[in-house]
């Protein structure tokens, strides 16, 4: 049963092809390699941010940091479009990698914004020195590494990246409530907007395949 619920929603973003998705204790988990790498990255900076930036006045990085950032993104993107149009073919360690690079980077601009900060007078970067980056990078690496050489079960795995999803999720519908001033009922409708979205794409994406 729990199985079948985190493939459902794992189906909402993911293709879910098997040769271009990991195992863990011999199953296929619930999203690609590449999605896996994305939300490894997300889980990791996003879980650092809030346990250490979440009673801090901060905004997003600097300029110079912000390039950087940006740069990290382009490998996924390049390795998705060159595999799209056949120009290469990926591997799963690199989809997983290149996901990885992707998803670290998101948090780092969408956190400040989601506690209202990012536009108050003093804040200061998100980013103010190299642990704020290599921390969530050292924790994303050990969680693909850990997963694609099977160390992990399944069910522990497959449970977090959905979770991860679904509260992902709920950071960005969270923008359409964001004048709710109280934190529960906030946060009620956004992850039951996003149990929403993710379930009708899931059914969109069944629809369309059958």
């Known amino acids: 049963m729990l199985q079948e619920i985190l493939h459902f929603f794992g189906r909402a973003i993911c293709h879910q092809i098997e040769e271009r998705s990991l195992l ?6 619930s999203v690609c390699a590449r999605d896996t790498g994305i ?5 990791s ?37 060159g595999s799209y149009i ?8 690199r989809r997983l990698v290149t996901g990885i690079c992707f998803g670290l980077v998101l948090p780092y601009f969408l956190y400040p914004m989601v506690l209202g ?3 108050k007078q003093n804040a200061q970067p998100v980013i103010t020195k190299a642990a704020d980056f290599l921390i969530p990078l050292l924790i994303s690496c050990s969680l693909g590494g850990l997963v694609y050489w099977g160390e992990l ?31 529960l009922l906030k946060w009620t409708f956004s992850i039951a907007g996003s149990l929403t979205v993710l ?12």
């Not at 056949?86 to 360690?93: A, G, M």
């Open 39 to 43: 939300y490894f990255g997300i889980f």
């Open 86 to 93: 056949h120009i290469f073919e990926s591997s799963n360690v």
């Open 199 to 210: 379930s009708f794409l899931s059914i969109l994406h069944k629809i369309i395949i059958s």
């Open 153 to 183: 079960p399944f069910i522990i795995i497959d449970s977090l990246l959905i979770l991860v999803l679904l509260c992902w999720g709920g950071l960005l519908v969270s923008f359409l409530f964001s004048k709710i001033q109280h934190n």
């Open 45 to 81: 900076s996003l879980f650092y941010l809030h346990m250490t930036k979440r009673k801090t006045n901060i905004t997003i990085p600097t300029i110079r940091t912000s390039f950087f950032l940006l740069l990290l993104m382009a490998p996924m993107i390049m390795d998705g479009l």
């Open 117 to 119: 900060k990012a536009l």
């Open 24 to 29: 863990a204790s011999g199953e296929t988990l």
